[in-house]
């Protein structure tokens, strides 16, 4: 069993006090450059909870990785790799703008459907995620204290850049009031799913 160690710092978007998914999952490809993996593959980023702390990505090969000390699990379908992300105890300190208000302001809902009704020049996992959440926060208010966060995020492959602004997010179901599970669209038909909670 291979495993190798990327180590990237780490940056909580906004206000937010958690390390943000979208970043997770680019932080998944950057790793997977740095070391040579092709990632010509399925993709499954699993995040039963928030991380608080800077995460280590480490890329195993051809083992199932221990996962009880995980903090998220990244399955790559019909690649021999997988990643297991821990939390380190380095708190987060630096922090970077994010403005997902502007996805928010592009969107339009339509029965179960958001999409984008202009471009918006943001990568394609930050509109799939953010049109998600606007949906959320419209459809199924959270209380006060609490907020929708991506538990799951499926895709048959991964996101291409030139897509972004043509993906769209249809709610499949929802599971009692606190998970939801909807289809992410593109211009070629369903290419994963999200999976949120209420937490």
């Not at 978007?13 to 998944?28: A, C, F, L, N």
């Not at 993996?37 to 995040?47: A, E, H, K, W």
């Not at 699990?73 to 208000?101: C, F, H, M």
């Not at 179960?112 to 509109?127: C, D, F, N, Q, W």
Request: some cysteine; overall charge neutral; glycine content about 8%.
């Amino acid at each position: 069993m291979q495993t190798l160690l990327f180590e990237p710092a780490a940056a909580f978007r906004g206000s937010r006090d958690y390390v943000h998914s979208t970043d997770i999952y680019e932080e998944i490809l950057a790793g997977a450059r740095y070391h040579g993996i092709p990632l010509d593959c399925g993709f499954d980023l699993r995040i039963p909870r928030k991380i608080g702390c800077r995460p280590v990505y480490s890329f195993i090969k051809d083992g199932g990785a221990d996962t009880a000390d995980a903090a998220a699990i990244a399955l790559l379908p019909g690649s021999p790799w997988q990643v297991k992300i821990t939390e380190t105890a380095e708190p987060v300190l630096a922090r970077k703008s994010y403005d997902e208000q502007k996805i928010f302001n592009a969107s339009r809902i339509a029965g179960s459907r958001i999409s984008l009704a202009e471009p918006v020049g943001m990568r394609p996992v930050e509109v799939a995620t953010a049109l998600s959440v606007n949906f959320h926060k419209s459809s199924f208010p959270p209380n006060p204290g609490t907020r929708w966060l991506l538990a799951r995020l499926e895709l048959s492959r991964l996101f291409r850049d030139e897509e972004s602004d043509e993906l769209a997010i249809e709610l499949e179901r929802r599971v009692g009031k606190k998970m939801t599970r909807s289809r992410i669209v593109s211009a070629d038909g369903a290419i994963g799913t999200l999976t949120f909670i209420l937490a």
